[in-house]
């Protein structure tokens, strides 16, 4: 299904804060705290972090460089172990790396030898998934992401925005039911991550891909997000979550109106009396 298809299919759904109220708890932390021992002495990453994710839901998480982003992000993809409180997914305490997840990180970090496609087809390999029902998937998510074009191409012919799109799909293929994204669009040019939000918000709604956004952007945190969560400087708390009360699909000039400004200035507020700005 093309993109503006899922968007016109979206027309009648209201905000996905509705959607989500009774759906069940896909991540929970309770009091979760991160404390690292390195040569300096301990460094608290993360504080008493209290979160409830709903299955479905897409929570931004936006903080100042070295309030424990990606150290969340490590924990709930179970790459890292708390130090204190309790993390489960799907009621499930980890122990060990979670594996119903797709991680996109700040760099596509393709294969430069395999061809689009098959950087995709490679989260299938490694699970030993069946090719051909997932192949038809792969094809799916990359039409859908605008590359269509490009299935035998190589990540060097490609701009970064569409390795970043390429890596998108890679995490999506296998239906994980957790997407984790640390700063995805950050080394892109600003017109490029506009149109990565709004292919990005239509993929999640077709999806239902539960998503953890980590981003140092408010724009595209309360554009992207149901709530924002609102990261102190370290030892890293959370501030403050925001319900972002905007109806989906959100087109890109939702975000000059008066009512997303009221988000992002009360987001602003928060960072300027924690010294952020
Ligand atoms: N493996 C580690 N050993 C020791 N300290 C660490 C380790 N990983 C992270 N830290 C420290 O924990 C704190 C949080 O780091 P983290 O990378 O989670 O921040 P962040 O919010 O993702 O920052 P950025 O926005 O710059 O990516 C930092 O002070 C960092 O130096
Ligand atoms: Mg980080």
Redesign the pocket.
Request: positive net charge; glycine residues 26%; aromatic residues 6%.
């Given at each position: 299904m093309q993109l503006a298809t899922i968007i016109k299919a979206q027309d009648t759904l209201g905000p996905m804060s509705a959607k989500r109220s009774n759906a069940p708890t896909l991540l929970d932390c309770e009091r979760v705290s991160k404390i690292?021992h390195?040569r300096q002495g301990p460094?608290i990453?993360l504080e008493e972090i209290d979160l409830t994710v709903p299955r479905g839901e897409f929570l931004s998480v936006v903080?100042?460089?070295?309030?424990?982003?990606?150290?969340?992000l490590n924990l709930v993809a179970g790459l890292e172990r708390v130090t204190g409180g309790r993390l489960s997914v799907s009621g499930e305490v980890l122990n060990a790396p979670l594996t119903d997840v797709g991680i996109v990180f700040q760099d596509a970090t393709l294969m430069d030898w395999r061809t689009v496609l098959d950087n995709v087809m490679l989260q299938v390999e490694v699970r030993r998934l069946p090719v051909e029902p997932y192949r038809a998937r792969a094809l799916d998510l990359l039409s859908n992401l605008g590359l269509e074009g490009f299935l035998d191409a190589y990540p060097s012919q490609l701009s970064g925005g569409m390795k970043q799109r390429v890596s998108i799909a890679r995490a999506l293929v296998h239906k994980p039911s957790l997407l984790l994204m640390d700063?995805p669009f950050s080394a892109l040019d600003a017109l490029t991550r506009d149109k990565l939000n709004v292919d990005m918000q239509a993929l999640c709604l077709a999806e239902e891909t539960t998503t953890l956004f980590?981003t140092?952007s408010i724009t595209d945190a309360a554009f992207l997000g149901d709530r924002v969560v609102v990261m102190t400087p370290?030892p890293?708390r959370i501030a403050e979550i925001i319900d972002i009360d905007l109806p989906r699909p959100r087109p890109l000039a939702l975000r000059e109106t008066p009512q997303f400004g009221e988000y992002t200035g009360r987001i602003r507020t928060i960072f300027e009396s924690a010294g952020v700005l």
């Open positions: 690292y390195g460094v990453a903080g100042p460089s070295g309030c424990g982003k990606t150290t969340l700063e980590i140092h370290r890293g």
